[in-house]
């Protein structure tokens, strides 16, 4: 069928239906519906936005993501699916936050037909999930609730091509906007469970709104600290980029903030906590550790996993990861594995952190150097194999850090992108080494110029993985760990390390891996250092969460569409 999928923006959601659809043989637009209603018409109608009465140019809408209405002719003249995140007869535009206020231990997606009353039309299809205790609110939507709308989006389309009709809803219950005053912390009077339940709840969009010496911010986090304690609210230390504040019985650590914006004023950055909050934590004691990374061992497997909040990786990030890495290499191990956690695997360098700089462009080399380190140490372990374990997306330089290892292990959910020219990058990473070498250089260059996202699925049939782990996110982890135990016990193991070596000695000594480095590299430099460069304007949008006054082109002709 002839589909265009609607959105507010082209978030994680919306990148998985897409792929999953694109793997399925649908013909596939992409209409960004905060560019207007004038811009979701014309996707729809052709030129003119069917003032001229032109037919629809498409079988089918879905709105993966949508936080507007669908204007009144579109939907008339077209069915347009939207995926409501609650389940059957839920209604309002807040329908998680509610879930996670209510403490629900499962919740649902509804597939419905738009009509002129929001939420209100005949019901497609449904899925429910499972709420597992302690996962923050964005957790839980790339995971259990993207898992429950893909199940459901498809079972739709499946329904709709057979001309089945939706069914009726029946009772309902409308729930408004989320307000910040059900979010409010009393830092006097509440625990720390409860303090770290509101801060997951509000992850990552909105935050608590909340004041630290006299300034508002948005505040994200809450990992609970038991140890450290002080007058409630104050702040006590940092850690790797964390501040920890203290609560009635304990504290919580806060892992980002971001101005609240001034009326008239740019939007705010969210930062990790210690640089948003810079001008109070400096006289604070920074403690040990890095609880966004861990090594763990057991029996001829390591697991290094790490995660980082939103998935981005800034210099500090990189060079605390390389020393894990470079201590993992010291293990007699004969598996390695990177990632393993359920969530994102990464999407390359801190594009907030780097906006936050007084020098963007010295940040911006000094990050993809320190990415590049991390890489090249993957390549050069040649003395055991080493698998990327992603249970959640990937993208950018991070997607290329997978695709380093030996072996990547997708999650059935993950979403891979990998690209960099939406943000105006040649890209590094090695990638013009790394991603030839697994699908071909004509592979690679239509998969960094296309620029759109690749279901797990596709990346399995295509070369880009080597495993598909059909788990929910929750289990992950283990089945990592049981894959990773039958991988280690293989007969041919000590052979396959021994390969692995000679490939990696042959093929250097064609093309050493420095010379794929700098030849990256310098083109890389030189964008940093041009002022003009779009690079700078498009990071500038992207952590300002500013959006495009059109649909990007690489969306509007995702798809070759039939269209006689």
């Known amino acids: ?38 811009e979701v018409r014309e996707a729809v109608f052709g030129p003119g936005g069917g003032d001229g ?56 997606v509804t597939v419905l037909q738009a009509v002129a009353e929001m939420d209100a039309g005949p019901v497609w299809a449904t899925a429910d999930f499972r709420i597992p205790p302690g996962v923050g609110k964005s957790e839980l939507y790339r995971g259990e609730l ?24 029946r009772e309902c219950v409308t729930r408004g906007v989320f307000p910040q005053q059900l979010r409010r912390i009393d830092w006097a009077l509440d625990s720390t469970d409860r303090v770290s339940a509101l801060l997951r709840a509000a992850d990552s969009s909105p935050g608590v709104l909340d004041r630290v010496e006299g300034r508002e ?34 504290a919580v650590w806060l892992s980002h903030a971001k101005p609240k914006r001034r009326p008239g004023g740019p939007a705010g950055v969210k930062l990790p906590a210690a640089l948003a909050l810079s ?42 990861l390389l020393k894990a890495l470079r201590h993992a290499a010291t293990r007699r191990t004969r598996v390695l594995v990177l990632g393993g956690r359920r969530d994102f695997f990464g999407n390359g360098i801190h594009l907030g952190v ?50 380093a290892a030996d072996e990547v292990w997708l999650r059935r959910g993950a979403v891979l992108n990998p690209h960099y020219r939406l943000m105006g990058l040649y890209g590094s990473e090695y990638w013009t080494y790394v991603l030839p070498r697994r699908v071909g250089r004509a592979e690679a260059d239509r998969l960094t110029g296309a620029a759109l996202p690749v279901s797990a699925a596709a990346a399995l049939r295509g070369g880009l993985a080597e495993r598909l782990v059909d788990v929910d996110p929750s289990d992950f982890t283990d089945a990592v760990w049981a ?82």
């Open 1 to 38: 069928m002839r589909i265009l999928l609607i959105a507010t923006a082209f978030n994680s959601l919306a990148q998985r239906v897409h792929a999953e659809l694109a793997d399925e043989g649908h013909g596939l637009e992409v209409v960004i519906a905060s560019c207007g209603q004038g």
């Open 53 to 108: 009465g032109a037919p629809p140019r498409f079988d089918l809408c879905v709105a993966p993501m949508l936080t507007t209405a669908i204007p009144e002719d579109v939907w008339r003249a077209l069915p347009c699916l939207i995926v409501h995140p609650g389940p059957a007869g839920d209604r309002g535009p807040a329908s998680l936050d509610w879930a996670l206020h209510l403490g629900a231990e499962s919740w649902g």
């Open 146 to 169: 993207a898992d429950a709308a893909s199940t459901a989006v498809h079972e739709a389309v499946r329904r709709f091509a057979a001309g089945l009709r939706p069914r009726p809803q």
């Open 217 to 250: 911010f948005y505040l994200y986090g809450g990992e609970p600290e038991y140890a450290l304690r002080g007058r409630p609210g104050t702040l006590l230390a940092t850690r790797t980029g964390a501040v920890c504040r203290a609560t009635a019985d304990g």
């Open 279 to 320: 001008g109070s934590v400096g006289h604070l004691p920074e403690c040990p550790g890095s609880p966004e990374i861990a090594y763990r061992e057991r029996a001829e497997v390591g697991m290094l996993s790490f995660g980082f909040p939103g998935g981005a990786l800034s210099t500090e990030h990189c060079r605390r």
């Open 354 to 403: 780097i906006e936050a700089a007084d020098d963007p462009a010295a940040e911006s080399w000094a990050n993809i150097n320190a990415i590049d380190d991390v890489v090249e140490a993957v390549l050069r372990m040649s003395d055991r194999i080493v698998v990327a374990a992603m249970g959640g997306n990937a993208a950018a330089g991070s997607a290329v850090l997978g695709f």
């Open 483 to 564: 894959d990773a135990f039958e991988l280690a016990a293989r007969a041919d193991i000590g052979t396959r390390i021994a390969q692995k070596a000679k490939r990696l000695a042959a093929d250097e000594s064609v093309h050493p891996l420095n010379r794929y480095r700098q030849a990256e590299l310098s083109r890389m430099r030189a964008i940093f250092d041009d002022p003009a460069a779009p690079y700078h304007a498009l990071r500038r949008a992207f952590v300002r969460k500013e959006a495009p006054k059109r649909t990007p082109e690489h969306l509007r002709a995702a798809a070759q569409l039939d269209r006689a």
